[in-house]
């Protein structure tokens, strides 16, 4: 493509998302129609306005990062890399601050600062984010080792662990989100090019979730086990949700201040054996009910589980290792984290089961009072670990959100 079409196909891009900004309903009356539309669009019709989901747009520039408390997205990319052998603390910050300049650009729907693929021409930014995070390999890479957190210790070996190397840590990490496939993979790309000669790729995972309108209303995800998950995660109208979450005031360290933990988690499930089980197996498992997600307890999804409920027949209605049992705060100290995770398929094994599960993202201000007491319990008493396998993990620590003028991870890479 030469550089006037490049310009033009931009130019009818911002005039679309511009269009939408100032006739949002029409945007969202079109939304409906707007795939079979889509398909014989002829070159010369008007442009019309962009249906909701791509006209959507998530800010890249605050207090905390996108992508933490943004409602799930279809399409998830999660990347590690590698610095470069000779790449230092210099070369870090040049490529935070060229893939915070492509983040704010893409986010807002502009093309990409080094020109772009023409992947996501067509397309609003559909949600999209990019999340930058920290393993700990970096700050000895770069000679930042007096800056590392505590936190970023590495996390327990757990005993059923069966983790790949090769797939899990990474001194850097980014996840990106978007409603739209092709605007997922445009900042993934991006993000790639980006860190050539500074960073490679150690390792990459695509996932999904269901996708916006999908429902007749904004429901709960479900899972590929067909369990409604994510009920009782803390909401951010929680009075405690930022101290759950987000690193207080002042860090420790300072430079964390406003920022999270991210623990990462490939998990496969095994569905084979899944699907053999009775639905009521099923729903004994998880201590929730699979066609709404209500606790066995009684009530609907939102209703609170109530752990000593009994039976008719004496039993605990919330069986002592279902998985909502062992994993509730008030049965871990208040250990609480934000999941948001992406399913994930990549195709079938050798013996024909699907290699697909869960790419579980969890959210803290700290891992040691987050995930790291609920995952020792699950280790040792969860009746959902006959059918999972933990495959690769990994910790970041991402920082608070970018300013404006400001890249993610400023204060680190200069303070
Ligand atoms: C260490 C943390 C957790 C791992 C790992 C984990 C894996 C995992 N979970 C499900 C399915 C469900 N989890 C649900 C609730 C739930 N899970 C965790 C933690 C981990 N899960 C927590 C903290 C909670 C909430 C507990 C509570 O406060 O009640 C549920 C129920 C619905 C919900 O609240 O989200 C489901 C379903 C799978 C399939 C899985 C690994 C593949
Ligand atoms: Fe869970």
Same mark, same amino acid.
């Given at each position: 493509m030469n550089a006037k079409n490049e310009h033009d196909l931009s130019l009818t891009r911002r005039r679309l998302l511009g269009t939408v900004g100032a006739a949002g309903a029409t945007g969202l009356a079109l939304g409906?129609?707007?795939g079979a539309l889509g398909q014989s669009a002829a070159q010369d019709e008007p442009p019309t306005a962009l249906a909701t989901v791509g006209s959507t747009e998530v800010a890249f520039h605050g207090k905390h990062q996108p992508g933490i408390t943004t409602p799930l997205q279809a399409h998830g990319h999660l990347v590690a890399f590698d610095l470069a052998s000779g790449a230092g603390r210099k070369e870090a910050a040049a490529l935070l601050r060229r893939w915070s300049r492509t983040a704010s650009a893409l986010m807002a729907g502009?093309?990409?600062?080094?020109?772009?693929?023409?992947?996501?021409? /067509?397309?609003?930014?559909?949600?999209?984010?990019?999340?930058?995070?920290?393993?700990?390999?970096f700050f000895s890479r770069t000679g930042l080792t007096a800056q590392r957190p505590e936190a970023l210790a590495p996390l327990p070996q757990f005993s059923?662990?069966?983790?790949?190397? !090769?797939?899990?840590?990474?001194?850097?990490?980014?996840?990106?989100?978007?409603d739209d496939g092709l605007v997922a993979f445009h900042a993934l790309?991006?993000?790639?090019?980006?860190?050539?000669?500074?960073?490679?790729?150690?390792?990459? #995972?695509?996932?999904?979730?269901?996708?916006?309108?999908?429902?007749?209303?904004? !429901?709960? #995800?479900?899972?590929?086990?067909?369990?409604v998950d994510g009920t009782n995660n803390p909401k951010p109208s929680d009075s405690d949700f930022d101290k759950r979450v987000f690193v207080p005031p002042g860090g420790?360290?300072?430079?964390?201040? /406003?920022?999270?933990?991210?623990?990462?988690?490939?998990?496969?499930?095994?569905?084979?054996?899944?699907?053999?089980?009775?639905?009521?197996?099923?729903?004994?498992?998880?201590?929730?009910?699979k066609s709404d997600?209500?606790?066995?307890?009684?009530?609907?999804?939102?209703?609170?589980?109530? #752990?000593? !409920?009994? !039976?008719?027949?004496?039993?605990?209605?919330?069986?002592?290792?279902?998985?909502?049992?062992?994993?509730?705060?008030?049965?871990?100290?208040?250990?609480?984290?934000?999941?948001?995770?992406?399913?994930?398929?990549?195709?079938?094994r050798d013996d024909g089961s699907p /290699?697909?599960?869960?790419?579980?993202? =969890?959210?803290?201000? /700290?891992?040691?009072?987050?995930?790291?007491?609920?995952?020792?319990?699950?280790?040792?008493?969860?009746?959902?670990?006959?059918?999972?396998?933990?495959?690769?993990? =990994?910790?970041?620590?991402?920082?608070?959100? =970018?300013?404006?003028?400001e890249y993610v991870g400023q204060r680190l890479l200069e303070g």
């Amino acid at each position: 493509m030469n550089a006037k079409n490049e310009h033009d196909l931009s130019l009818t891009r911002r005039r679309l998302l511009g269009t939408v900004g100032a006739a949002g309903a029409t945007g969202l009356a079109l939304g409906g129609t707007g795939g079979a539309l889509g398909q014989s669009a002829a070159q010369d019709e008007p442009p019309t306005a962009l249906a909701t989901v791509g006209s959507t747009e998530v800010a890249f520039h605050g207090k905390h990062q996108p992508g933490i408390t943004t409602p799930l997205q279809a399409h998830g990319h999660l990347v590690a890399f590698d610095l470069a052998s000779g790449a230092g603390r210099k070369e870090a910050a040049a490529l935070l601050r060229r893939w915070s300049r492509t983040a704010s650009a893409l986010m807002a729907g502009d093309p990409a600062p080094d020109g772009h693929s023409g992947v996501a021409l /067509d397309a609003g930014p559909s949600s999209l984010t990019v999340t930058f995070g920290f393993g700990r390999g970096f700050f000895s890479r770069t000679g930042l080792t007096a800056q590392r957190p505590e936190a970023l210790a590495p996390l327990p070996q757990f005993s059923r662990d069966a983790l790949d190397e !090769k797939r899990s840590n990474g001194d850097l990490w980014v996840q990106i989100g978007a409603d739209d496939g092709l605007v997922a993979f445009h900042a993934l790309r991006a993000v790639q090019r980006d860190a050539a000669g500074t960073a490679r790729v150690r390792w990459q #995972m695509n996932g999904f979730n269901r996708a916006v309108g999908a429902t007749p209303h904004p !429901k709960t #995800m479900r899972n590929l086990m067909g369990q409604v998950d994510g009920t009782n995660n803390p909401k951010p109208s929680d009075s405690d949700f930022d101290k759950r979450v987000f690193v207080p005031p002042g860090g420790p360290p300072g430079w964390m201040e /406003d920022g999270s933990y991210a623990v990462f988690r490939r998990i496969r499930m095994l569905l084979d054996n899944w699907d053999e089980q009775s639905l009521a197996q099923q729903e004994k498992v998880i201590g929730r009910r699979k066609s709404d997600g209500a606790p066995l307890s009684g009530g609907t999804e939102t209703t609170a589980v109530n #752990m000593e !409920k009994r !039976k008719a027949d004496g039993g605990l209605a919330i069986a002592a290792d279902a998985h909502v049992r062992v994993t509730a705060p008030d049965t871990n100290g208040g250990a609480a984290m934000l999941r948001r995770s992406f399913s994930y398929h990549d195709g079938f094994r050798d013996d024909g089961s699907p /290699d697909a599960g869960l790419l579980f993202v =969890a959210w803290q201000a /700290d891992p040691l009072t987050g995930f790291v007491p609920v995952q020792r319990k699950l280790d040792s008493g969860d009746a959902l670990s006959r059918f999972i396998r933990h495959e690769a993990s =990994a910790l970041f620590a991402v920082p608070g959100g =970018a300013g404006e003028g400001e890249y993610v991870g400023q204060r680190l890479l200069e303070g």
